[in-house]
């Protein structure tokens, strides 16, 4: 007998793929414009095929041999895409299908089984296949029991009323007549066949086909490994009538304020234009609202509706947020909202989540719960945006796992704006393509709300009338005081704060900067000036561990007085940082950013007098801002501001959408690489897509406190245990991740004089190799790392002993 893993014969596998493949696709409403049921059957031929090259002699003395011992070619993914896309070939004959349909579908399901064991290629790369032809030559006379491969066929193919003949497609194989074949099909298809000439849509079709096919087939094949000895768990579909009575049991149907009422208003207002403007073609939908008004719910709320609208058999709700501190604020909120469900209700999935899937009173093991949560399968999932457009635009298989469970689903972008306006067209052309044919539906939620979508054409806006919530008096909470028409040095700046600060000692101050160098001069200035008997002093940036960011903003929002608070911070505070303060100091940057500063101030129109905001162009800094965010963006915002010297915030909202339509502009005469990529199946220049840019850093892990110091200990135990094989270790220390990532600074490696970047940190210990960090003991801190528990003046994190280098950050 073929065996697939240790104790399974492959003729089980195969079956329990396929059928998983079958049923994945029929349970999925998708419009890909192909003959009913055609799609899950070719997927059901994909799960039959993709390790029947497992049957050699020598992947099976491999895997059943006690030491694993290689014989010959062991790799079984090429022979089988071969028989895979040769089988799909034959299957397709009597549908009626478009000629580029019919020539280029059973290629797709050679390059998805090709790479259902790694990343996908480019797909011209894929064709090219002389090299591996001895390979194959070798391979195909070599398996183990022919009769029983050609048995399998016939009882598996027999499902979908079709019948192959092994001894073909060894023949094929052995005449090497795949080689001219598929070249060619490279040349002429793309190169000069037609494929070049189909509108942007139709590729877009092929490209998100390719993936539901390739991540389905990952998805049962890990399934079946992965979750085979246990009752795989269900994801429930989340009822609207939980969050109604926890709206009940905080009693908001009894507003006890007018701001209360203006939030109770804002709810059901946009659950009833959900009733009035919902159709199901239209896929795309937005909410704009003031910070404060309580969005979080509605955009649940509406989620919840719209799910409720589609059906119980539709999907699930994925909510993603830009950062994982919202993320983990937010799921709180859900908890409470559903009464702590199980993981198969409520999930949250970003990289430091702890890898725990719990049904009913357990929890699964670490590998399935792992699994399960990274490949969202929950009624509702809380993720990052990372999580939603990396898998989106991907080719890395552990991303697009969960693609599958991604078709079907309502998706919110809470705190959209944050998407840079040069992924604009990607966003655009793929969100179109995944609504069309992945049958999804978006929310796109923002008090800034960004044209990435054409208004009343493309997307509709829920809430009815929103423009009168930015006019209510309720969201008149701050004045912008526009001080950038003329450029101040960094002194007088730094001046301008202190001096203010010291005549205002009742009001709290934030002060927002565009680098953390800038910030870090601000901060001693100010500390150094004000006193430390009526005035704390905080510095906030990502040079300090995110322990002490969380200790710093947990004392700004429980903040009782008496003594005057004054925050330094560069712009991590301006989203998802639920703080309010009396004044903000801020630097030049984009209208976006500046609204979102403004956010912090009188939040809750809790202050007597509104919240100013001021606005100062430094002159130092001018480059390094234009660095930071494009010195485009930092054109318009001043052109947008031209003339202005102050405006309450009844006027942001003209402002902004103002900006937008310049940015807009900007961003309609872009040429996206990832989507040309993407329309030509590139898959590896897809997948070169990162939503947040990648830097070259070093790590310093700083040991606080004492359990700083364990956690460190912790994570040298498991790399010393030498017994442990990679994965190992790697599933040992998810265990302790996301506590021991509390303690790390990730520090940009400073650039050199003569231009470059330096290869190490400035830091007065060497680099602990082995272990992959610097570290600050606690028996002996660094000093290029300053911290003390109650004395945050002197919190000003790692600062490298001597600066002979540049820092740009």
């Known amino acids: 007998m073929l065996y697939s893993h240790p104790g399974v014969p492959l003729i089980v596998h195969l079956r329990q793929v396929a059928e998983s493949c079958r049923q994945l696709l029929q349970s999925r409403k998708t419009v890909f414009d192909l003959p009913n049921g055609l799609l899950a059957d070719l997927g059901y031929l994909a799960g039959v095929t993709h390790d029947i090259a497992k ?12 030491d694993h011992k290689v014989t010959g070619p062991k790799e079984h993914a090429l022979l089988s895409s ?30 998805a089984i090709k790479r259902h064991h790694g990343n996908l290629k480019d797909f011209t790369k894929e064709l090219f296949l002389e090299e591996k032809a001895a390979i194959l030559s070798e391979q195909i006379i070599a398996f183990q029991d022919e009769t029983e491969v050609q048995s399998i066929l016939d009882e598996l193919l027999l499902v979908v009323n079709f019948s192959f003949d092994w001894t073909v497609f060894k023949d094929y194989i052995q005449k090497e007549t795949y080689l001219d074949e598929y070249a060619d099909f490279s040349l002429d298809f793309f190169d000069l066949g037609d494929y070049e000439d189909l509108p942007a849509e139709a590729k877009n079709r092929y490209f998100y086909w390719h993936q539901l096919f390739y991540g389905t087939l990952l998805l049962s094949d890990k399934s079946d490994v ?22 009940q049991r905080k009693g908001f149907d009894f507003p006890q304020t007018s701001l209360d009422e203006l939030k109770n208003q804002a709810y059901h207002d946009t659950l009833r234009e959900l009733e009035n403007v919902f159709r199901p073609e239209q896929h795309l939908y937005s909410i704009t609202l003031p910070t404060g008004l309580g969005k979080t719910l509605t955009s649940l709320a509406t989620g919840l509706a719209l799910l409720q609208k589609l059906g119980p058999s539709f999907g699930r709700l994925i909510i993603t947020i830009p950062f994982t501190s919202i993320i983990d604020q937010n799921f709180a909120v859900f908890q409470d909202v559903f009464g702590n469900p199980t993981s198969d209700v409520l999930l949250k999935h970003h990289h430091l989540a702890e890898p725990a899937y719990k049904v ?71 969100f179109k393509t995944l609504g069309e044919r992945y049958n999804c539906y978006f929310i796109l939620m923002s008090a800034t709300q960004p044209l990435i979508f054409i208004p009343d054409v493309e997307i509709k ?46 009001k709290n101050v934030l002060v927002i900067l565009n680098t953390k160098q800038s910030t870090l001069e601000c901060f001693k200035a100010v500390a150094a000036e004000l006193d430390g008997e009526t005035t704390d002093v905080y510095y906030l940036t990502t040079l300090i561990t995110p322990y002490e960011r969380k200790r710093i903003i947990d004392r700004i929002k429980n903040y009782n007085g008496p003594k005057q608070q004054v925050i330094i911070s560069t712009q991590l505070i301006e989203a998802g940082v639920d703080i309010s303060v009396h004044t903000v100091f801020r630097a030049m940057a984009p209208l976006d950013s500046i609204i979102q500063a403004a956010g912090r101030a009188n939040r809750y129109n809790e202050k007597e007098t509104s919240g100013e905001v001021f606005l100062y162009a430094i002159a130092e800094m001018r480059r390094a801002s234009g660095m930071v965010y494009g010195g485009d963006l930092m054109v318009k915002t001043t052109n947008v501001l031209k003339g ?61 406190n004492e359990e700083a110091e364990q956690l460190w200990n912790q994570y040298v135990a498991i790399l010393d245990k030498v017994e442990l094989k990679p994965y190992e270790r790697k599933r040992e220390f998810a265990l302790i991740k996301a506590r021991f990532y509390e303690y790390v600074v990730n520090v940009p490696l400073p650039y050199l004089p003569t231009g470059g970047k330096a290869q190490n940190i400035v830091f007065d210990t060497p680099k602990e190799e082995k272990y992959f960090f610097y570290v600050s003991k606690r028996a002996n801190p660094s000093a290029c790392y300053k911290y003390e528990m109650d004395d945050f003046r002197h919190n000003s994190g790692y600062i490298p002993i001597s600066q002979p280098l540049t820092f740009i950050l």
């Open 461 to 506: 806006e829920l809430v009815p009338n929103y423009r009168s919530y930015f006019k209510s008096p309720h969201f008149n909470r701050t004045i912008l005081i526009n001080r950038t028409r003329q450029e101040v040095s960094f002194s007088g700046f730094k001046q301008d704060v202190i001096d203010y600060c010291k005549n205002n000692s009742a």
């Open 644 to 704: 202005m010297s102050e405006t309450d915030e009844h006027g942001y909202l003209a402002l902004i959408e103002a900006y937008f339509k310049e940015v807009k502009k900007q961003a309609d005469v872009l040429i996206s690489p990832e989507l040309t990529a993407l329309q030509a199946l590139d898959f590896e220049k897809v997948g070169a897509f990162k939503f947040v840019e990648e830097q070259d850093t070093e790590s310093i892990f700083v040991q606080l």
């Open 226 to 247: 992965i979750l085979k000895d246990i009752e795989v768990p269900l994801s429930v579909q989340p009822s609207l009538i939980a969050l109604e009575s926890y709206r």
């Open 55 to 66: 049957g050699t002699r020598y992947f099976q003395h491999y895997l059943l041999s006690p």
């Open 360 to 430: 009913g009173d357990d929890t699964l093991d670490q590998d399935k719960s792992q699994f399960l949560i990274e490949t969202w399968q929950s009624g509702i999932v809380v993720t990052t945006f990372v999580q939603l457009l990396e898998t989106l635009f991907s080719n890395d298989k552990t991303k697009l796992l969960k693609l599958p469970n991604l078709a079907n689903s309502v998706i919110v972008l809470d705190e959209v704006q944050q998407v840079k306006y040069e992924l604009w067209p990607l966003i655009r052309q793929a």
């Open 82 to 111: 071969l028989l895979g896309k040769m089988v799909v070939e034959q299957y397709l004959a009597p549908f009626d299908l478009s000629e580029i349909d019919r020539q280029l579908l059973p290629y797709l399901v050679f390059t």
